[in-house]
């Protein structure tokens, strides 16, 4: 399951300069961040752009995120968050880079050149290609003059929309990394996997319409096995949708609309927020893409859903579209997106199955009951068995249930099973539980979950105010940049530092094998 990671996202889509002015939490930060500049590494050829602020409920202060550049070019990975308290003192910096930058701006390799090299990264069919732009790399915490190349057309399967980012190194011409913006997953209806349910439609004259106005407006379309071309949005006669079978269309179109009504819910009633951008909208969603397709993916604001082997296994079920619609949450509150590469792919992809889990729970549904297993329902591998285990992911016989010096280096859908492995030691324990065995890595020491409701909401607050676009696992160079950092930041937050969470989470991060420079606890 993917989403879109657009390079380019870290640029708000209003005035910057305009949108500053107009918050209440920014004066105080950018006062904080000119007398601090050293902590997030800054020089005199640095500016930092704002980018959105989030006021802080559990500690009386403001987050406030910033965008940078390094003598006019954009810094990708150079994001910060400037953390102040009550009154906008000054609290600390999340920082994403681990030394001041110092970098030649002028490139030894052309942008022909470069172009040529990105598309030869492309395995699909190329359609086009957007102008190359210049920029300073810093997704590894140093920076490096690198050209940004966006290659567009369907990629190897035939069928999915493609809009490959190629960072090549300006001076060397070498490959620094790639990611795609299309991040995919490998009144009453009839549901697919979570049976009768009720769906909020409008009437529009004689007929209903699948817009659901008490959620922000979402709509659910027919895409009829195109891959492109409109989309028919959904009418019924009688406001009862589907019959529960694959051969009514509008069977899927009720899942998909559950599913983005109760992830709309979850994350209003638990985690405060009104939808994907915090601005009360729904999102539309689009069932019946291409032929056969066994995929679903977040694109530009947008759910999309094959209907998988033979179309008979629509990629509806609830845990995956909270999964999708969950790629536009870390979308939005980080600056630019996780960078979909690496380490902080992998926290981008375990965001995504911890919170389509976490909705899944929410919505106490007995036909669909909350499980740590993601899409056990769809049949994806042909089995029966689902797409991951978070309790044991490498179940799977691919995903990393623990860290190693590896984890950097393999798919962003693998190297996920580290956070997801964590998330689940850290709310429900390791050992036997009634998900699933977990064993722990090594021979660290066994962890005593705390429960969902705090593993969730400290996991929220982590990527809400504190991850950068660049935060990984393990960081030597700037160690402050981590998963574990960060969380054990949130924990202290919201329970206190040292308190039992606290003591959890430092745990259950080493019982997956990632270790940390934190303090230990009496």
Request: charged fraction near 20%; proline fraction near 3%.
């Amino acid at each position: 399951m993917d989403e879109p990671q657009d390079a380019t996202s870290a640029e708000p889509s209003v005035d910057p300069s305009a949108a500053e002015a107009a918050d209440p939490a920014a004066a105080p930060a950018r006062k904080a961040l000119d007398a601090h500049a050293g902590d997030v590494r800054a020089t005199g050829e640095d500016r930092f752009s704002f980018y959105g602020s989030r006021l802080d409920d559990a500690g009386g202060g403001a987050h406030v995120r910033y965008t940078r550049t390094y003598r006019g070019l954009r810094v990708h990975g150079g994001d910060i968050v400037v953390h102040t308290g009550p009154g906008g003192a000054y609290k600390g910096a999340s920082n994403s880079l681990a030394k001041p930058l110092q970098v030649d701006i002028t490139p030894k390799v052309s942008a022909t050149d470069a172009m040529a090299a990105a598309k030869s990264h492309f395995t699909g069919k190329v359609a086009g290609t957007g102008a190359p732009r210049l920029l300073i790399d810093a997704s590894t915490g140093v920076g490096r003059l690198a050209w940004e190349n966006v290659v567009e057309g369907v990629a190897k399967d035939g069928q999915t929309p493609s809009r490959l980012h190629v960072l090549t190194d300006a001076h060397s011409g070498g490959l620094i990394s790639s990611w795609d913006e299309v991040e995919t997953v490998t009144g009453s209806g009839n549901s697919l996997y979570s049976g009768k349910v009720g769906i909020d439609t409008q009437k529009f004259g004689t007929t209903f319409r699948l817009t659901d106005t008490t959620h922000g407006r979402g709509t659910v379309c027919d895409m009829q096995h195109q891959e492109s071309g409109s989309c028919k949005l959904f009418t019924d006669a009688d406001n009862t949708w589907g019959d529960g079978k694959t051969t009514d269309p509008a069977s899927a179109a009720v899942d998909a609309a559950y599913g983005a009504a109760v992830t709309f819910d979850y994350f209003k009633s638990v985690h405060g927020r009104r939808g994907i951008g915090d601005n009360g909208r729904g999102v539309p969603s689009r069932v019946h893409f291409g032929d056969a397709y066994v995929n679903a993916f977040w694109d530009r604001g947008q759910m999309t859903y094959g209907d998988g082997r033979d179309n008979t296994h629509p990629l509806v079920q609830l845990d995956i579209a909270g999964h999708e619609m969950s790629h536009g949450i870390t979308e939005k509150s980080v600056s630019g997106d996780l960078t979909y590469a690496g380490e902080s792919g992998g926290l981008n992809e375990a965001t995504s199955d911890i919170f389509g889990t976490m909705v899944e729970f929410y919505a106490n549904n007995a036909a669909d009951p909350g499980d740590y297993q993601i899409g056990e329902k769809i049949d994806i591998n042909g089995n029966g068995t689902p797409l991951r285990y978070m309790y044991n992911p490498a179940l799977d016989g691919e995903s990393h249930s623990c860290w190693s010096t590896a984890t950097a280096g393999v798919d962003v859908h693998l190297s996920s099973g580290v956070a997801n492995h964590f998330f689940f030691d850290l709310a429900e324990g390791t050992g036997k539980t009634a998900f699933g065995t977990s064993p722990v890595c090594g021979s660290a020491a066994g962890v005593t979950g705390i429960g969902r409701a705090k593993a969730e909401k400290i996991w929220y607050r982590a990527l809400d105010v504190y991850f950068t676009s660049n935060t990984a696992y393990v960081n030597a160079e700037n160690p402050g940049n981590t998963a574990r950092a960060y969380t054990l930041q949130a924990a202290a937050d919201l329970y206190g530092s040292c308190g039992a969470e606290y003591k959890a989470v430092q745990k259950a991060w080493t019982a997956v094998n990632v270790a940390g420079a934190d303090a230990a606890c009496a």
